[in-house]
């Protein structure tokens, strides 16, 4: 996949809408820091792809999130990417855009939140089991410090809590064990499929 990189050129001269600009920075560094890559350009529309890529994308996406899926695709699937500066000028005056900045910045992000659970299960879910582990710590060490000076228990429902949040971790490190499986095996399927008719 080509990308013709507008923000190595004009774009932030050029550009008006500082909005713009914030949400290029934002959904380029979530993927740079995501998927290990180092893509200047994510929201670009100006590419160009091999038959190949072409062949194995499956396009799930409608709107302005389409540049996001195509990123994360080629990354995910380890295909060679080249970027080229290409120079951006502002809309002429008079001329509207389609794109809302918050709506469609919102599908952006969410598109890069879903598609970091599928292509990226054990990381994702992870993260996710983080919050009801530190939940789970935060409840049970006062009633562990009071257990072992006093050898009782009387804050049963902090330690029930605790009990509840650590299953919920538990339960979200174990979802992403068997995701992550899952989608190993799609790729090992994805790859015989596409090397088939070489």
Do not use: W
Request: with cysteine; proline share 4%.
């Amino acid at each position: 996949m080509v990308i013709g990189d507008r923000l190595s050129s004009t774009y932030f001269s050029e550009n008006k809408r500082a909005f713009h600009g914030i949400g290029n920075r934002l959904v380029r560094k979530l993927i740079n820091i995501i998927f290990k890559s180092r893509i200047r350009d994510v929201m670009t529309g100006s590419r160009a792809f091999s038959y190949d890529f072409v062949r194995g994308f499956p396009l799930i996406s409608k709107g302005f999130e389409i540049e996001t899926e195509l990123t994360i695709h080629a990354l995910d699937k380890n295909y060679k990417i080249e970027e080229m500066a290409v120079p951006y000028r502002d809309r002429p005056e008079g001329s509207t855009s389609k794109l809302s900045t918050v709506r469609d910045g919102a599908r952006v992000l969410k598109t890069i939140a879903t598609l970091f659970k599928e292509y990226k299960p054990m990381s994702f879910f992870a993260m996710c089991a983080l919050f009801p582990f530190i939940f789970a710590l935060i409840l049970v060490i006062p009633v562990l410090k009071e257990y072992f000076e006093t050898g009782l228990v009387p804050r049963f429902p902090s330690l029930i809590a605790s009990g509840v949040f650590l299953m919920v971790s538990l339960l979200m490190l174990v979802c992403g064990i068997i995701l992550d499986v899952v989608n190993k095996k799609q790729r090992q399927i994805y790859e015989l499929i596409m090397n088939q008719d070489l």
